[in-house]
Structures are given as C-alpha cells and as structure tokens.
C-alpha cells in the first residue's frame, strides 16, 4: 500500500485546503467536501447543484455547482502558497480578490488533463472523445467515471 502524504493549500486569510496524495490518487478536503481524483474516476462527497458538460470540437468541460460555498478547514500549517508538485500532481493556488482558484494538472495516466476548483465549483477538461458516466446519490454523493 502506497504511503500517504498530507499537505495544505492556503484558502483564504488563515485556513486552507488539505491535499491528500497516496500513490495516483488525490483527495481534497474541506470542512463541507471531499474531493477524490483518480485516474479514471473523481468522487465528489458534498451537496452539489448541478453537473453540465460543454463540448466543443477540442475541449469537453464538465461542470459541477457546489450546494453551499467551499468552507476551508483549520489547518496546522500552509505548504502551499503559489505553485508547487504534490506527488506527480502539480497544483496552483490562485486568489483573484473575488475567487479563488485551486487547478490541479493531473498526471499522465489520468483521463482528465486537470481540473479547476472555485469556491463554488469544480471544473474538469478532458478531451472531447471522453464518455462521462455518473453514479449518484443525488444532491450529496456523484461519482463520475471516464471512458
């Protein structure tokens, strides 16, 4: 079994947002969701709004609305404050003033390119040829599989 790794990404003035990493697979946490990313699969446990996918001739981008805004958790420390390697992830936090941004550029084996999480959102890219499954619990569990 791999080991896991522990990390926290500034969200906000004092809290953040903890980043999970053992072996392919990233979770991401907050005090109201959980966010599990794996090569073929990314597991959402939260309440949620809506799920939407736009395809355009290169891009298809999958949409999921968040039911209340992401709370982030109290954190011992901040490892993260730019840009930075977790595992074979490479993540980047960004603070617009008005939003904040946690992309994610997934490895190679992940059937996903990367994923944008806001605070009311999560984004992911992949290529148009991709199929999108769901299987859900609806409003609180979506597990969302690629093919």
């Known amino acids: 079994m791999p080991r896991e790794a522990v990390f ?82 490479e993540v980047r936090y960004t603070d617009l003033d008005f939003e904040k941004y946690l992309t994610v550029i997934t490895p190679a084996n992940y059937l996903y390119d990367y994923a944008v999480v806001t605070t009311r959102e999560l984004m992911l890219h992949m290529s148009p040829r991709r199929k999108v499954y769901y299987e859900e619990e609806p409003y609180d569990h979506l597990i969302v599989y690629l093919v």
């Open 8 to 89: 926290y990404v500034k969200w906000g003035q004092t809290k953040a947002l903890e980043l999970r990493v053992s072996g392919d697979t990233l979770t991401i946490r907050a005090a109201n969701m959980e966010i599990r990313m794996e090569p073929r699969s990314l597991e959402l446990r939260g309440k949620y709004t809506y799920k939407r996918e736009v395809e355009d001739q290169s891009r298809k981008t999958l949409y999921i609305g968040f039911g209340e805004k992401l709370q982030p958790v109290e954190a011992p420390r901040i490892d993260i404050l730019g840009s930075a390697y977790v595992g074979n992830f």
